[in-house]
C-alpha cells in the first residue's frame, strides 16, 4: 500500500508501478506526488485502459503532459499471452514496453509442432521459425504487430486445448 509521499528530485517525476495493484491505488499514488502507472495486460486489461483514461483527464486538466504509463511485461511468453498484452500497449498509446520473457526460453519449442504452426501461419508478421521452434520476431527492438488487428482480441490462433497438462 502506498502511504509515503514521492520527493521529485532534479527534473525526474516519480512513477509508482504498485499503484497497478487496484483501481483506487493510482489516485492515492498521484495524491502522494506519483505521476504515473505501468501497464501488465497480467494485472488487468480494463484497469490499464481505465488508468491511461485518467492520465488523458489529467494531463487536460494540468494542461500538460504530466501524468503517464509504462509498459512492462517480464515474463509473458510468445503465444496468446504476448499477443494480447501488445494489442493492449498499442491501444493505450504506449510505445516502448520493457519485456525480456522471450530471452529466457527457445520460443514455442515446448509447443507441440501443430500449434507452433498455427501461430506462425496466423501471425505472420508477429512470429518466425528459427532455432528449430517458432518465435518472436523482432527487427530493430521492435514486434510488427498488424496481424493483431483481428477479431477475438489478437487471436489469429489458439492454444491446443487438448494438449495442455491439467494442474491438479
Not at 58 to 76: H, I, K
Not at 120 to 147: C, M, N
Amino acid at each position: 500500500m502506498i502511504s509515503l509521499p514521492a520527493i521529485a528530485t532534479t527534473a525526474t517525476v516519480p512513477s509508482r508501478k504498485r499503484a497497478r495493484k487496484e483501481l483506487g491505488a493510482f489516485p492515492r499514488a498521484r495524491d502522494l506526488g506519483y505521476a504515473g502507472v505501468s501497464s501488465k495486460c497480467c494485472k488487468g486489461l480494463y484497469k490499464s485502459i481505465f488508468n491511461a483514461a485518467r492520465c488523458a483527464h489529467w494531463n487536460g486538466e494540468a494542461d500538460a503532459p504530466r501524468y503517464f504509463m509504462t509498459g512492462e511485461d517480464l515474463t509473458t511468453q510468445a503465444g496468446l499471452a504476448v499477443q494480447q498484452d501488445l494489442a493492449l500497449v498499442n491501444l493505450i498509446g504506449i510505445k516502448h514496453v520493457e519485456r525480456n520473457g522471450h530471452h529466457y526460453v527457445n520460443g514455442m519449442a515446448g509447443l507441440p509442432t501443430a500449434e507452433q504452426t498455427m501461430f506462425l501461419t496466423g501471425h505472420p508478421d508477429l512470429y518466425e521459425h528459427e532455432y528449430g521452434a517458432v518465435r518472436l520476431k523482432i527487427r530493430a527492438g521492435q514486434f510488427s504487430i498488424g496481424s493483431l488487428a483481428a477479431p477475438g482480441f489478437a487471436s489469429g490462433a489458439y492454444p491446443d486445448w487438448e494438449t495442455l497438462k491439467r494442474i491438479a
